[in-house]
């Protein structure tokens, strides 16, 4: 009940389909090329065990599409450690398609010391219905956001987020805990909370954003500690769907780099910076 990717160059050209109920393992040095239509599919937990000096690296083709890895349904939690993603994009059938370079969708997973780079897909990773952690990882030049997180519990810590497209981390649905994140030269929020959101971060640096910090539709934030620089509209909250209540957002200590501070706050929505 063990699948174990050894040592060494292996190239998937078509869709490598893996059944639940089995331990897949990829062992420190794999190198995976995702070719033409190479993508990798699993109900079982993925086990990536780099290590800092022999990391797993898995590259996509830069003249393909749909070179992405899916964990559905998965019993056991994934563990990913020291892996390189580079140059992947979302999977996309006749008939379905994903948003996420990387999924798990109702499967949890934990990551450390990850880096997401080049991925060429809506989100570098999306995380559905599941318990997660992300620590100690890197996403830099994703095409759109660079995390999504929908409907899912988990924490995140000592992330550096750099050129998304669209959002460095977008929370849907989501009950998130954090710390230490960096997020630079985003293409329009830097950190984005709705539908419902509980969000609890501490120690927050952004710098170039359209908008620094959404949240938006029922969601309830706590900033503790954040660093603003560079951008059009340091908070915005409100309103959008109509199913939600109004939201509310708690800034603690916030170090601005200009005199004035702009915001966005729509009718009934709530924004408190140090209780005022």
Known sequence: KEIIFKTGNIVIV???????????????GVFIYLKDKGKIISRSPLYFLGEKSNPIKINGSSNSKG??????????RSFLKNVIFNNLSS??????????????????????????????AEDA??????NFTINNSIFVDSLSDAIDIDFSNGKIGNLFVENSGNDGLDFSGSKVLGENIIIKNSGDKAFSIGEASEVNISNLNINYANIALANKDGSNSIINDVIINNTKIDFAVFKKKNEYLNPNLKINGVNLQVDEMNQLIGEGSQLFIDDK
């Open 91 to 120: 999977i996309d059938e006749e008939f379905w398609g994903l948003t996420g370079a990387l999924t798990f969708y109702e499967s949890d997973v934990e990551i450390n010391n990850c880096i997401f780079k080049n991925n060429i």
């Open 14 to 28: 078509e869709a490598l389909i893996l059944p639940s109920n089995y331990s897949v393992i990829f062992e420190p």
């Open 67 to 76: 070179n992405g890895i899916l964990v559905v349904n998965s019993k056991k």
């Open 125 to 130: 990773i999306n995380i559905v219905r599941s």
